[in-house]
């Protein structure tokens, strides 16, 4: 009885009421999913496209094939340019990810319940909310040879002073710490989140196996603090690669192009009073795509993986 | 409880532990620190060297009342209000259908789509930075807050939707189904079923993404020129270079341009936690 009555009612509604399902999610996704390929996917092959010609971003585009790709392997055999901002990006990403044990020791350090602790962590956590510019500003200053606070306290203990950010030796070293610390108290709160779901009655088990400290640590809170790791993981690359602000705003890619990375050497040559070399930067910005990519895919893999298990 | 809980081991180690804190928390915040010491000594500070010693005046409503009143930082930081809180609105909104539509229903393309939504969100910007820019150029937006919101509402729905999916996904499924065997309308389980139940998940992304954007300065400097358009991280630079070695009004400009995330941060902190970890730390 009640199919035959779903039957007519069915026959009597509209074909959108009885394709609804099926119809439904499409409408829902069309606005975003519109504009995400207009001002995201569509750019991504275009800059693939400009970077095949010689274009100032007004005038006529050039077709000349691949040699902007060969400029850039000279560039990266002369050791000039190019190689710098590959070499820089590499130390960004290696030492970038110190963020991720710095931030689990301070996290580590805050997982108690004593007065006050909340308004600590919170405290803790302040760099990662204040913009990246002004941390930038702020470690500028810091640095600076004549009244900085860091020569200042080397003078405590006889050394210094040291031009941190006008020495190419130090340059990069300097900005990257300054990206530290925002970038571990980003990790600091992932981790304390995490601490929290730790089961206590594995802690406990541990404790009755005499499991203390380190071993605690290494055995049974890691592997518990996994998925926090893997956020973190992936923050932190995309952060590392990402590095634009601070050196814009620290050093401007100087002394002598020492501090550059690829992101900001792609704007200079596409951007700046250099000259509008568009096709040039669009081939700088695919080589740190494809870097990029190399990551994107084990990301998505790994999703992939979880996606599975679940519903 | 890791480590064990310091109510449990020896009082010196709990005095230890107390007086570590606050000292830990000087040295970690002593750069900013500095900068709001700096923000309220006189100019005389600094031609007589006087750069770390106590002020010989305080001058912080002074320096501050200049930063509001002589210069374009009022503009600027009304610019980056104008240019947040719509990104807001927009990503969300939009999210909240996309999320909806990758989370309940299964369709061959799901999975790719939201897969799309998730690379696109971890690109370098500068790959789309030619495209973007004369994309803005030819629909006259160049150096425009609406260009800028265009673009960021574009590239946030990438990073909200991947938040919302997951957040709808873990919602129980069974009261969608009820509603579909009572013969609700799709759209109508969507507006008076998921969207009441969404609603921690749209106060913590609401929050980021205000922090992200806010924050943005690639952008800025990307789409943006004047006064008339940026936003305050971008207007820092120029007020900088306004008041070239001007320190104390440096370091106020840096303060006020730094004071909204702050201040939404510690007004909405749970919420902001919460969208941090992607609800993948339970």
């Known amino acids: 009885m009640a199919v035959a009555a779903d039957a007519v009612q069915l026959e009597t509604r509209s074909w959108f009421h009885r394709n609804q399902q099926a119809i439904a999610p499409w409408l829902f996704l069309a606005p975003g999913v519109l504009f995400f390929l207009f001002y995201v996917i569509f750019p991504i092959f275009q800059s693939f496209n400009i970077s095949l010609y010689e274009w100032d971003g007004l005038g006529e585009a050039e077709f000349i094939g691949l040699r902007h790709y060969e400029d850039l392997y000279w560039e990266f055999a002369d050791r000039d340019a190019f190689f710098v901002s590959l070499k820089n990006n590499l130390l960004w990403l290696l030492l970038y990810l110190l963020a991720i044990p710095a931030g689990l020791f301070i996290a580590l350090f805050l997982n108690q319940t004593v007065v006050g602790i909340r308004l600590y962590k919170s405290l803790f956590f302040f760099p990662f909310v204040i913009s990246q510019v002004v941390v930038g500003l702020v470690f500028t200053w810091f640095y600076d040879p004549t009244f900085g606070l860091l020569n200042t306290m080397l003078g405590w203990v006889g050394l210094g002073p040291i031009n941190v950010l006008g020495d190419e030796r130090f340059v990069t070293y300097g900005i990257i710490l300054a990206g530290l610390w925002p970038q571990t108290a980003y990790c600091m709160i992932l981790y304390l989140t995490g601490l929290n779901a730790v089961d206590p009655e594995q802690i406990e088990a541990g404790r009755l196996d005499n499991a203390k400290g380190w071993k605690m640590l290494w055995y049974i809170i890691i592997p518990q603090l996994k998925p926090a790791t893997f956020i973190a993981f992936v923050v932190t690359i995309i952060g590392a690669l990402r590095s634009f602000d601070f050196i814009a705003v620290m050093t401007q890619g100087g002394p002598f192009g020492s501090s550059r990375v690829l992101a900001f050497y792609m704007f200079e040559v596409a951007l700046s009073e250099y000259g509008f070399r568009m096709g040039y930067g669009a081939a700088i910005a695919v080589v740190l795509f494809l870097i990029m990519l190399c990551f994107i895919a084990y990301f998505l893999w790994s999703m992939y993986r979880d996606q599975k298990g679940g519903r | ?282």
């Open chain 2, 1 to 282: 409880m890791f480590p064990a809980p310091i109510a449990r081991s020896s009082r010196t180690w709990q005095i230890t532990y107390q007086t570590l804190l606050p000292i830990a928390l000087l040295f970690w915040l002593a750069p900013l620190i500095a900068v709001a010491v700096f923000s309220i000594k006189p100019d005389a500070d600094f031609t007589t060297g006087n750069y770390w010693g106590w002020p010989s005046t305080f001058e912080g409503i002074n320096n501050y009342s200049k930063v509001f009143l002589e210069s374009d930082m009022p503009r600027y930081l009304w610019n980056s209000v104008l240019i947040t809180v719509p990104t807001v609105f927009g990503a969300v909104a939009l999210s909240c259908m996309t999320g909806f539509a990758l989370g309940i229903y299964k369709f061959k393309a799901n999975l790719w789509i939201f897969f799309m939504f998730v690379a696109g969100n971890f690109v370098p910007f500068q790959i789309l930075m030619v495209p973007v820019r004369d994309l803005t150029l030819d629909l006259g937006l160049y150096n425009t807050k609406t260009g800028l919101v265009l673009f960021h509402i574009a590239f946030q729905t990438g990073f909200c939707t991947l938040f919302m999916r997951n957040f709808i996904r873990a919602l129980p499924f069974e009261l969608i189904e009820a509603a579909r065997v009572e013969g609700v309308a799709e759209w109508r389980i969507f507006w008076f079923v998921v969207m009441p139940l969404m609603r921690p998940a749209i106060a913590a992304l609401a929050v980021l993404i205000f922090t992200f954007i806010w924050n943005d300065y690639f952008w800025a400097v990307v789409l943006t020129q004047g006064a008339e358009s940026q936003p305050v991280t971008a207007g820092i630079t120029s007020f900088n270079a306004q008041y070239r070695a001007a320190y104390h009004l440096m370091s106020a400009g840096s303060i006020v341009a730094a004071i909204p995330p702050v201040a939404m941060f510690f007004l909405l902190q749970k919420h902001f936690i919460a969208g941090l970890t992607l609800g993948a730390v339970k």
